[in-house]
Nanobody, 124 residues
Framework: QVQLVESGGGLVQAGGSLRLSCVAS????????MAWFRRAPGMEREFVGG????????FYADSVKGRFTISRDNPKNTVYLQMNSLKPEDTAVYYC?????????????????WGQGTQVTVSS
């Protein structure tokens, strides 16, 4: 069982930046594709972006493209989400997720392990 723990959320003004981190408990992390999802109040969970196991490929939702960047540090079992130019509509609970099959996919149902989430609130 892989444990994922997110951190780095908080309150920020519109236009500001935050960096989220997600640490995995197992070294097998380096075999997994990783993704970030978010869920805003009253909304469905949505894909934010993902990164391949090697870190060479990334994919983003259109709503965050050009503002958010995903990276990973496999020796540290950590994936990051750098969020710049934040908007109030980015307010949500952000979750990291691991796909043990190693495929970079956008549907939440493909992901096997999830973190507990970290709250991001962007004020206008």
């Amino acid at each position: 069982q892989v444990q994922l723990v997110e951190s780095g959320g908080g309150l920020v003004q519109a236009g500001g930046s935050l960096r989220l981190s997600c640490v995995a408990s197992e070294r097998t992390f380096r075999q997994y594709a990783m993704a970030w999802f978010r869920r805003a109040p009253g909304m469905e969970r949505e894909f934010v972006g993902g990164i391949s196991a090697s870190g060479l490929r990334t994919f983003y939702a259109d709503s965050v493209k050009g503002r958010f960047t995903i990276s990973r540090d496999n020796p540290k079992n950590t994936v990051y989400l750098q969020m710049n130019s934040l908007k109030p509509e980015d307010t949500a609970v952000y979750y990291c997720a691991a796909d043990i099959a190693g495929f970079l996919r956008t549907k939440a149902t493909y992901y096997d392990y999830w973190g507990q989430g970290t709250q991001v609130t962007v004020s206008s």
